[in-house]
Nanobody, 120 residues
Framework: VQLQASGGGLVQPGGSLRLSCAAS????????IGWFRQAPGKEREGVSC????????HYADSAKGRFTIYRDNTKNTVYLQMNSLKPEDTAVYHC??????????????WGQGTRVTVSS
């Protein structure tokens, strides 16, 4: 089981990025997939997740209205579209599989992370 996160980079406030989480060794549709982030000096926190059962999505309050998580089963990839980015979104973003909602300790499989920097 492997997860490969990509798509991070440097973006100005108000800009957009799309993160990708490509899976191998398993089918993303069979697992809940979550996006988490860790800012410098802070604990890792949940951002968004998508259910394997019905495709329902959940967002942290900080992400609601700005981020969208979705899944492309043909590419076995989960995406996180991030719009209206703010400096406080700066963090390393990780995708994870096998957990429940945004309950971080429940996730078994983790990708290596992709860095997002929001700065002018």
């Amino acid at each position: 089981v492997q997860l490969q996160a990509s798509g991070g980079g440097l973006v100005q406030p108000g800009g957009s990025l799309r993160l990708s989480c490509a899976a191998s060794g398993f089918t993303v549709a069979d697992y809940d997939i979550g996006w988490f982030r860790q800012a410098p000096g802070k604990e890792r926190e949940g951002v968004s997740c998508i259910s394997s059962v019905d495709g329902s999505t959940h967002y942290a309050d900080s992400a609601k209205g700005r981020f969208t998580i979705y899944r492309d089963n043909t590419k076995n990839t989960v995406y996180l579209q991030m719009n209206s980015l703010k400096p406080e979104d700066t963090a390393v973003y990780h995708c994870a599989a096998g957990g429940v909602r945004l309950f971080l300790p429940s996730y078994s499989y983790w990708g290596q992370g992709t860095r997002v920097t929001v700065s002018s």
